[in-house]
Each structure stands twice: as structure tokens, then as C-alpha cells.
Nanobody, 124 residues
Framework: QVQLVESGGGLVQAGGSLRLSCAASGRTFSNYAMGWFRQAPGKEREFVAAISWSGDVTYYLNSVKGRFTISRDNAKNTVYLQMNSLKSEDTAVYYC?????????????????WGQGTQVTVSS
């Protein structure tokens, strides 16, 4: 079992920045690829970014490339999502997720554990 707790969400003006954190506990963190997803009201959960267990492979949703950066610190059992140049369309609840194994995925069903989510609201 892996427990995931997100933090760092909030209200920010368009063009601003936020840094989300996801702290993991339970099983060995470095055994898991990690992902960030988001869900806006009335929409399906959407892949945002993922990172391999070692951190050397990352993948992003096209609309966040160049603005968002995913990273991880295996010594701290934490994955981060640095979000810059935020837009109103980035408003959503952001979730981190853990996938057992080394291969990253953009598919929510491939992830084994989920956090409770943190709200990000970008005002225009």
C-alpha cells in the first residue's frame, strides 16, 4: 500500500506560478513511476505529466510543455509539479498517482494509487 498526499494548490492569477508536492509513504517510493493528473468540473480526468522511477524520463501533456516541470526526490519520497505561466484553463483538482514499475503511462487506469487531490484555481 502507498499513501499519497498532495499539497501546494491554491488561488493564483494568470501568469503566476505554483509548485505542487506529493508526499508518498508506505512501499518503496523508487519502485514507482509517478504521474500528475487533473480534473476540471464536468470533465474527465486528464493526464498532465509523468516521471519514471529514476527521474530520467518525463512526459507531458502538449498544452503544458514548456510551462510545467515534473521532478522527484526519491530520498524524500516526494514528487513535484512546478507550474509556471498558469492559464485559466489550468484550473482543476490536481492528483498525483503512483504506478508500480519503471514504465510511465498517460492512462489513469494504469496507476495503482492516488492522492486525494489539491485544488488549483487560476483567475484571469
Amino acid at each position: 500500500q502507498v499513501q499519497l498526499v498532495e499539497s501546494g494548490g491554491g488561488l493564483v492569477q494568470a501568469g503566476g506560478s505554483l509548485r505542487l508536492s506529493c508526499a508518498a509513504s508506505g512501499r518503496t517510493f523508487s519502485n514507482y513511476a509517478m504521474g500528475w493528473f487533473r480534473q476540471a468540473p464536468g470533465k474527465e480526468r486528464e493526464f498532465v505529466a509523468a516521471i519514471s522511477w529514476s527521474g530520467d524520463v518525463t512526459y507531458y501533456l502538449n498544452s503544458v510543455k514548456g510551462r510545467f516541470t515534473i521532478s522527484r526526490d526519491n530520498a524524500k519520497n516526494t514528487v513535484y509539479l512546478q507550474m509556471n505561466s498558469l492559464k485559466s484553463e489550468d484550473t482543476a483538482v490536481y492528483y498525483c498517482a503512483a504506478r508500480l514499475g519503471k514504465v510511465i503511462s498517460t492512462t489513469p487506469e494504469h496507476y495503482n494509487y492516488w492522492g486525494q487531490g489539491t485544488q488549483v484555481t487560476v483567475s484571469s
